[in-house]
């Protein structure tokens, strides 16, 4: 049996356990919030499925800490594909697409039931959907596995 964890960005070692009749299992490690205008993590989620995008703050449009996730919102206007909540406790939705043309390392998978903190926001996934929480605020949102939003 070999499980596999991650050590850093770059690297990765594996642990060899022989008879444990459990299935192999990869830890990724949790990024840590990095004030660099600019700088963001993205996820996928499993519950629901879309893309997210967890910054600790943003140079364009100036909006700092935020969470922009994208999918098919059932609250959304017609077109707009994302919800971007700001630390400050701003929500709304907007028409764009978050960029993933340009060589990046593979995006991290939220596995339900599981808590990370991920660039200054703690985020639970969950079997019903997924919350993040601002560390500092306490502002954030919800999106539920029905697509459903509920900022707070």
């Known amino acids: ?5 991650s050590s850093g960005p770059a690297g990765s070692r594996k642990i060899a356990l022989a008879g444990l009749g459990v299935a192999a299992l990869t830890f990724a490690p949790l990024a840590n919030a990095d004030p660099t205008a600019g700088h963001d993590a993205k996820v996928n989620t499993q519950t629901p499925r879309m893309l997210c995008e ?14 922009i996730c994208q999918g098919s919102f059932v609250q959304a206007p017609a077109d707009d594909d994302q919800a ?11 028409s764009a697409n978050i960029g993933i043309g340009y060589n990046h390392a ?9 808590t990370y903190h991920i660039q200054g926001w703690t985020v639970v996934a969950g079997g019903n959907g997924i919350t993040f929480t601002n560390d500092d605020t306490g502002h954030g949102m919800t999106v539920g596995s029905d697509q459903s939003v509920k900022p707070y």
């Open 84 to 94: 971007f909540v700001t630390a400050s406790g701003q929500f709304n939705y907007r």
């Open 1 to 5: 049996m070999i499980f596999e964890s």
């Open 54 to 67: 967890i910054g600790s703050d943003d140079a364009d449009p100036g909006i700092g800490p935020n969470v």
């Open 106 to 114: 593979a995006f991290d998978t939220l596995v339900p039931g599981q």
